[in-house]
């Protein structure tokens, strides 16, 4: 066993006896990892309730060879997640940030950009920051970091260019856009406006300087919605769960 330092927040907690639980985090140094953390319902000790959901924290832990739980010795608080106000949304946001990290990285495989993407998204919904847009950007932006962002520029069959223009055809099952070719025959294929498509281009550009000046339109939003859930639930095989709730993300 080697003795690892991390910063994390926790992403699910479930108990494991009276007084302690298994943890999962999302690191930065490490990706996701699953510990046991002996004592972590006891108010006091050493994890001085820094264990609640979507806190971030600074751990300690000894990583184990096998396939067994890490052993969580010790993690210090450096920021809950507090929503704004009384607000709903907000905490909704930040549970489906925490489902959508555990639920698409594997253990150990590090994405420190990802972890700040999320750290960012977190800390944004915390100040009252539009919930509606950040959450889509981290949807778009988390899947640009783990290879799955679907084509929204070329036809995912043959690579040509499609023509942004209008209404273009979506396959949910296949990654992206279709010619119209490549469209015929096939199944789970949505018809979304070229601007929908423009817009979830300019959210998934990490490098993005003006993605905060977008304004979702409603006329947009239960078009994006649509097309994100259905792309999501594809790719995980289920809905998240989540995602009952999303309606609520207006703002």
């Not at 096998?66 to 969580?72: G, H, N, R």
């Not at 998204?121 to 783990?146: K, P, Q």
């Not at 469209?183 to 003006?210: F, H, I, N, Y």
Request: glycine share 8%.
């Amino acid at each position: 066993m080697s003795v690892e330092q991390a910063t994390a927040l926790v992403l699910k907690t479930v108990d494991f006896s009276e007084t302690s639980l298994v943890v999962t985090l999302f690191t930065r140094e490490f990706g996701k990892i699953q510990g046991l953390a002996k004592g972590g319902k006891r108010l006091k000790g050493p994890f001085d309730s820094a264990l609640d959901l979507l806190a971030l924290c600074r751990i300690v832990f000894l990583r184990k060879s096998s396939e067994a739980l890490d052993l969580l010795t010790e993690a210090k608080l450096q920021r809950r997640f507090r929503p704004a106000g009384r607000d709903l949304s907000s905490l909704y946001a930040g549970y489906y940030v925490a489902e959508l990290l555990n639920d698409l990285t594997d253990q150990y495989d590090p994405h420190p950009e990802l972890f700040d993407l999320a750290e960012g998204t977190l800390a944004a919904l915390s100040a009252g920051e539009s919930v509606l847009l950040h959450t889509v950007r981290f949807e778009l932006c988390m899947l640009h970091l783990l290879g799955h962002l679907p084509s929204l520029t070329a036809c995912v069959e043959c690579g040509s260019e499609v023509s942004l223009r209008g209404r273009v055809a979506f396959g949910q099952a296949h990654g992206g856009v279709l010619c119209s070719r490549c469209r015929e025959g096939k199944q789970e294929v949505a018809s979304v406006s070229a601007g929908t498509l423009r817009l979830m281009q300019e959210l998934a550009r990490l490098d993005s300087p003006s993605w905060r000046r977008i304004d979702i339109d409603a006329r947009s939003r239960g078009e994006l919605r649509g097309v994100l859930n259905r792309y999501l639930a594809h790719l995980l095989g289920r809905k998240p769960k989540m995602h009952r709730y999303l309606g609520l993300l207006t703002t």
